[in-house]
């Protein structure tokens, strides 16, 4: 029959064969450097570009805030004025009901001056 020995321990074989492992080595793949270069220039325009939107966002949201702001300032001068007509209708409307103005007489022309 055959002849068996047993081996308690298992060494590497010189030649690199060992069972359960591959005996292909594989080399690290990375990027070149014009491809890293490429990416981070793609990067940095994206950043810009979402740099920029956000810059006109900001700047459009001063043009609105502006226009209220205008409208505000109109609005406050109606509001002024509106103040006023209601103060003049007021002291009408009180010096007509008044029983001192009730008591005055009604002035009229008494002649005008000559030289």
């Not at 994206?46 to 805030?65: H, M, N, P, Q």
């Not at 409208?71 to 029983?99: G, Y």
């Amino acid at each position: 029959m055959f002849s068996q020995t047993y081996v308690t321990r298992r060494e590497p074989m010189a030649t690199g064969f060992v069972r359960g492992r591959n005996t292909v080595r594989h080399t690290k793949r990375s990027l070149g450097s014009i491809s890293q270069i490429a990416i981070i220039c793609m990067l940095t325009l994206v950043f810009g570009l979402i740099y920029v939107a956000e810059g006109t966002k900001a700047t459009s949201y001063d043009y609105e805030i502006s226009s209220v702001e205008t409208e505000i300032t109109e609005m406050n001068v109606k509001l002024d004025d509106l103040a006023v007509e209601k103060a003049r209708l007021n002291s009408v409307a009180t010096a007509e009901n008044s029983t001192v103005a009730a008591a005055m007489e009604y002035a009229t022309v008494s002649g005008y001056a000559t030289e």
